[in-house]
């Protein structure tokens, strides 16, 4: 059987609401973290896994800006599309703009407000089919997706935002599936908060016994706050004094 590509998604949508008034002017993923924009850092965690063909789906009200500062990726040694997403519909929904690009291939989804301390080159290069996601312990899991574990550290239920957590561990904003991704998401129902959600996603791979979970053992933000923006600053601020 041929060996499948990784292709990369960064979903840089939304309105970034809880940033604002900072995201009445700009989207959210071009604010900075220290001295560069929010979108380097997923981009990153990417280019450092080799992926090189990456399509970012953003936003229309600043998808010039994007591109701005983005290009066609040549000064990042990549490839990149562009794709609108015009209403935030869910994580998952990203699979449905992106059905073409990912084409016949496997694909690392990240999203453009995540920020990585830890290399996912081995995670990422190691990945054959099924799906891949990747947990970190927190102290406030009710508001992210919620993995419960069995006593073998098998993940055997996940939650979205639970109001009773079944363990401390969340779904971190890293996700990667095989092409059939793209049919699976074509099964899902709307939330009733309107959302194409990736926990029933992730939760059709786990039904089917192909989901695999890995933990965060560095540093991890959702720079969507401005208290996790600095703090986030900090760590990149140390990192280059630290050099």
Same mark, same amino acid.
């Given at each position: 059987?041929?060996?499948?590509?990784?292709?990369?998604?960064?979903?840089?949508?939304?309105?970034?609401?809880?940033?604002?008034?900072?995201?009445?002017?700009?989207?959210?993923?071009?604010?900075?973290?220290?001295?560069?924009?929010?979108?380097?850092?997923?981009?990153?965690?990417?280019?450092?896994?080799?992926? #090189?063909?990456?399509?970012?789906?953003?936003?229309?009200?600043?998808?010039?800006?994007?591109?701005? +500062?983005?290009?066609?990726?040549?000064?990042?040694?990549?490839?990149?599309?562009?794709?609108?997403?015009?209403?935030?519909?869910?994580?998952?929904?990203?699979?449905?703009?992106?059905?073409?690009?990912?084409?016949?291939?496997? #694909?690392?989804?990240?999203?453009?407000?995540?920020?990585?301390?830890?290399?996912?080159?081995?995670?990422?290069?190691?990945?054959?089919?099924?799906?891949?996601?990747?947990?970190?312990? #927190?102290?406030?899991?009710?508001?992210?997706?919620?993995?419960?574990?069995?006593?073998?550290?098998?993940?055997?239920?996940?939650?979205?935002?639970?109001?009773?957590?079944?363990?401390?561990?969340?779904?971190?904003?890293?996700?990667? +599936?095989?092409?059939?991704?793209?049919?699976?998401?074509?099964?899902?129902?709307?939330?009733?908060?309107?959302?194409?959600?990736?926990?029933?996603?992730?939760?059709? +791979?786990?039904?089917?016994?192909?989901?695999?979970?890995?933990?965060?053992?560095?540093?991890?933000?959702?720079?969507?706050?401005?208290?996790?923006?600095?703090?986030?600053?900090?760590?990149?601020?140390?990192?280059?004094?630290?050099?």
């Amino acid at each position: 059987m041929q060996e499948k590509n990784m292709k990369g998604i960064i979903l840089a949508g939304g309105s970034g609401t809880r940033l604002s008034p900072l995201t009445k002017v700009t989207s959210k993923q071009l604010l900075p973290i220290y001295d560069l924009p929010m979108i380097h850092f997923p981009l990153e965690t990417l280019r450092q896994a080799g992926i #090189v063909d990456i399509l970012f789906i953003v936003a229309p009200d600043h998808a010039g800006d994007f591109l701005k +500062y983005l290009g066609s990726g040549k000064d990042f040694n990549c490839h990149f599309s562009y794709e609108i997403q015009d209403k935030p519909q869910g994580i998952a929904q990203a699979f449905q703009i992106g059905k073409d690009f990912i084409d016949e291939d496997n #694909v690392a989804l990240i999203l453009g407000d995540n920020l990585f301390e830890d290399d996912f080159s081995q995670s990422i290069q190691s990945f054959k089919t099924g799906g891949r996601i990747f947990a970190k312990k #927190v102290a406030d899991p009710e508001r992210f997706g919620v993995v419960e574990f069995d006593e073998q550290n098998r993940a055997i239920s996940i939650e979205e935002k639970p109001s009773n957590p079944k363990s401390n561990y969340c779904v971190t904003g890293l996700y990667i +599936y095989d092409n059939t991704v793209v049919e699976k998401v074509k099964n899902l129902d709307f939330s009733p908060r309107g959302e194409l959600e990736i926990t029933d996603l992730n939760n059709l +791979y786990l039904k089917e016994g192909s989901l695999d979970v890995a933990f965060v053992e560095g540093a991890w933000f959702d720079t969507g706050t401005f208290e996790s923006m600095f703090e986030a600053t900090q760590l990149i601020r140390d990192r280059r004094l630290a050099k």
